[in-house]
């Protein structure tokens, strides 16, 4: 297979237990991010990698395949290179799983700056939509060089401004990071097993061992209205976007 999409979903979040299976109009979370995910074209197939039997009986339930992962990884990063090792394929994608209305289109994109040979690691951004985004702790900032290669993540606002910062959001340097990661294979197997790197740990964000480590991640710069959900309140809002059409 040329390149897969996987899924990583577990039970024991901190901020929100058993998010994959709350309902959001009717449907559980990790549904959504299944169903959508198979609209993207250039996928030769779609798994959820979990290591909790309730969220692997709910995959079934809607004729999602599955596979069951070890407890103990660190990050989603972790439990993809573990699918990797039964899954032959060439690239692997890391769908969020709280990502209920991520864009096929979002995918389509980050997959092709690897697929092409650019980088070994890519992901996306999107513009900020206000103000109030920048200053979100739980949206996470992007910031890419001239040749749209990640300098930095953070859920801090940056860059730091000694000038009024401006009005349009559009006129940001930095972008509110998607979560989604293509990697070679060979690139998942190595960065899942460095040890968690210093920044990684100060941020929670796991893509930060890839770039201590010297890893390059290339952005793709899309249009997406999706967003996380990492709070009860975050799935009441997507409540309201959905009640909104």
């Known amino acids: 297979m040329k390149a897969?999409?996987?899924i990583p979903a577990r039970f024991a979040a901190s901020r929100f237990p058993g998010k994959p299976l709350k309902l959001l109009r009717g449907k559980p979370i990790?549904?959504?991010v299944?169903?959508?995910t198979l609209f993207a074209k250039g996928?030769?197939?779609v798994w959820v990698a979990t290591d909790d039997s309730r969220i692997?009986?709910?995959v079934e339930s809607f004729g999602g395949k599955v596979i069951m992962t070890r407890p103990e990884h660190r990050s989603g990063t972790e439990r993809l290179a573990e699918v990797a090792e039964s899954i032959p394929a060439e690239i692997f994608i890391n769908v969020q799983g709280d990502e209920p209305l991520i864009e096929a289109a979002v995918i389509e994109e980050t997959l092709k700056l690897v697929e092409q040979g650019g980088y070994e690691m890519s992901s996306a951004i999107t513009p900020l939509v206000n103000s109030a985004e920048l200053e979100n702790r739980n949206v996470?900032?992007?910031i890419a060089d001239a040749k749209g290669r990640a300098l930095y993540f953070t859920r801090f606002p940056i860059p730091y401004s000694r000038q009024t910062p401006p009005e349009n959001p559009k006129d940001l340097i930095s972008f509110r990071h998607v979560g989604i990661y293509a990697y070679r294979a060979q690139t998942l197997k190595r960065l899942s097993l460095l040890p968690p790197s210093?920044?990684?740990m100060a941020e929670s964000l796991e893509q930060l061992r890839a770039l201590e480590n010297g890893i390059?991640?290339?952005?793709?710069?899309?249009h997406s209205t999706s967003f996380g959900i990492d709070t009860p309140e975050d799935l009441q809002r997507m409540e309201a976007v959905l009640a909104d059409g």
Not at 216 to 222: F, H, Q, S, T
């Open 4 to 6: 897969v999409a996987v």
């Open 30 to 32: 990790i549904q959504w």
């Open 34 to 36: 299944y169903e959508r």
């Open 43 to 45: 996928l030769d197939g």
């Open 56 to 58: 692997s009986a709910c």
């Open 140 to 142: 996470v900032k992007a």
């Open 198 to 200: 210093a920044l990684e």
């Open 216 to 222: 390059e991640i290339g952005l793709a710069k899309v």
